[in-house]
């Protein structure tokens, strides 16, 4: 696990119910198998399926086992404050952030404008798109790559409205054009658990990360 240090924030743009299906003439004494309650799961509401897995704790967040991906986090220089954490891989990167949410209400539909305006006003293109946890972004932004060449990085934005916060996610790379190689990343964010926390907070403010005990420097 590594985590890098940055003063800015990376150039990213950045329901489960059961149904109940009665066959027709089907026995009434037969019970429909409950499907497995996919995540992101809240801390308070936390399945025992989902307990037993074993994860890294960052404080509002906390992350199963990612196979083939590093996990790192972005830390403002100025402040020590963790920004953000990142599964990466070669050929693309997950960025994950919690927010505090009223508790009935739907942050994803007033921030996702916002967000929008913002990737439009730095000259860029931002399409909407439906996915599985409902309306996602597709933005594209002009961008300077490192052999000075121009080029367009591509991110996808998936908000996720749980009890009192709000998961966003942002595929950057590959997984953020390619849906069927985006499908296990997407998977992974079903085993992730938010950890709002009691205490009142205004709505829209980042949950705060910490970093973990087996967290090393990468200068």
Do not use: H
């Amino acid at each position: 696990m590594k985590f890098r240090r940055k003063s800015a924030e990376p150039q990213s743009a950045a329901d489960d119910g059961i149904d109940a299906v009665d066959a027709a003439g089907a026995d009434a004494s037969t019970e429909v198998p409950a499907e497995p309650v996919a995540g992101p799961y809240d801390a308070d509401e936390l399945p025992d399926e989902a307990a037993a897995v074993e994860r890294v704790d960052l404080g509002s967040i906390a992350l199963a086992p990612f196979p083939g991906r590093e996990l790192r986090l972005q830390v403002d220089e100025s402040t020590g404050a963790v920004q953000a954490a990142l599964l990466t891989a070669e050929d693309g990167a997950l960025e994950l952030r919690a927010f505090a949410a009223p508790r009935n209400g739907d942050l994803w539909g007033d921030v996702r404008p916002q967000l929008a305006t913002d990737v439009q006003s730095r000259g860029g293109t931002v399409t909407e798109r439906e996915g599985r946890w409902g309306t996602e972004l597709v933005c594209q932004l002009a961008v300077q790559l490192p052999d000075g060449q121009a080029g367009t990085q591509v991110s996808r934005i998936i908000g996720i409205n749980g009890p009192r916060w709000l998961l966003r996610a942002t595929l950057l790379g590959r997984p953020a054009v390619d849906g069927d190689y985006a499908q296990s990343w997407e998977d992974g964010l079903t085993d992730i658990v938010v950890r709002r926390g009691a205490g009142a907070m205004p709505v829209g403010e980042a949950l705060p990360l910490t970093l973990p005990p087996q967290a090393q420097r990468v200068q």
